[in-house]
């Protein structure tokens, strides 16, 4: 991507809370993490089922932590700031998905979604986000990424028709900002996540819990966008 790009998408993430990178990565390796995706479902224990948006979803699976720092240099480019890595979150949607009007929790400060691949029969499925008082529906090709302050911006979907649509969402917070405890989503680190093992420090009692309150606590597969 050339400086002067880079330079676009820093002034209107400024201008606008939010702006759009087009082929954040390119078309091949954007197939190969949807063909990825898509070979998880082969492992009946990979997804889990979510009520709330009618999708398969995996909190802080390989491919997506890998993404989640390969595209920490963009993110601060664009932010103009440094950034802490909190999680990703890879979801495969299906027909009759919907995702509600919604903002996202502290972990999501800044944060991206990114098109992997989708049925092309089904043709375009845009994310629709509330911003400089006015509601926009956004396209997003296989490799694009839109990149948006996820709890202060409401974003959304309207339900899907078609067989499946693939997104990874990358989340971060500022390294200067009100939300450094937030870091790797109370983990130790940046990786693979097994809820029957290990545990995030914001999913502690309020007593125990580093981060506290209500907001800390919310669970690792909430609605993302």
Not at 24 to 50: K, S
Not at 66 to 92: D, E, K, N
Not at 123 to 148: F, H, N, S, T, V
Request: glycine content about 8%.
């Amino acid at each position: 991507m050339s400086q002067a790009a880079l330079e676009t998408l820093a002034n209107e993430f400024r201008r606008d809370g939010y702006t759009v990178a087009r082929r954040a990565i390119g078309a091949p390796m954007a197939e190969l993490c949807a063909n990825y995706a898509l070979l998880q479902t082969g492992n009946p224990d990979y997804y889990e089922m979510e009520d709330l948006t009618g999708s398969q979803g995996r909190y802080a699976d390989a491919l997506g932590e890998c993404l989640l720092l390969q595209q920490l240099p963009l993110m601060q480019f664009v932010a103009q700031g440094p950034l802490l890595p909190c999680y990703s979150f890879l979801r495969i949607y299906r027909r009759g998905s919907v995702l509600d009007k919604h903002l996202d929790r502290p972990s999501c400060e800044i944060s991206t979604t990114m098109t992997l691949g989708f049925d092309t029969a089904a043709g375009q499925w845009p994310i629709w986000i509330e911003a400089c008082g006015e509601e926009r529906a956004l396209e997003l090709a296989p490799g694009d990424m839109l990149i948006y302050h996820g709890a202060d911006l409401p974003h959304w979907r309207e339900t899907y028709d078609g067989e499946f649509w693939i997104q990874v969402f990358l989340h971060y917070v500022r390294a200067d900002g009100p939300y450094t405890s937030f870091k790797f989503d109370g983990r130790e680190r940046i990786g693979p996540f097994d809820k029957h093992r290990q545990r995030r420090a914001i999913d502690a009692p309020a007593a125990e819990a580093t981060t506290g309150g209500a907001q800390a606590a919310a669970p690792a597969n909430e609605p993302e966008s």
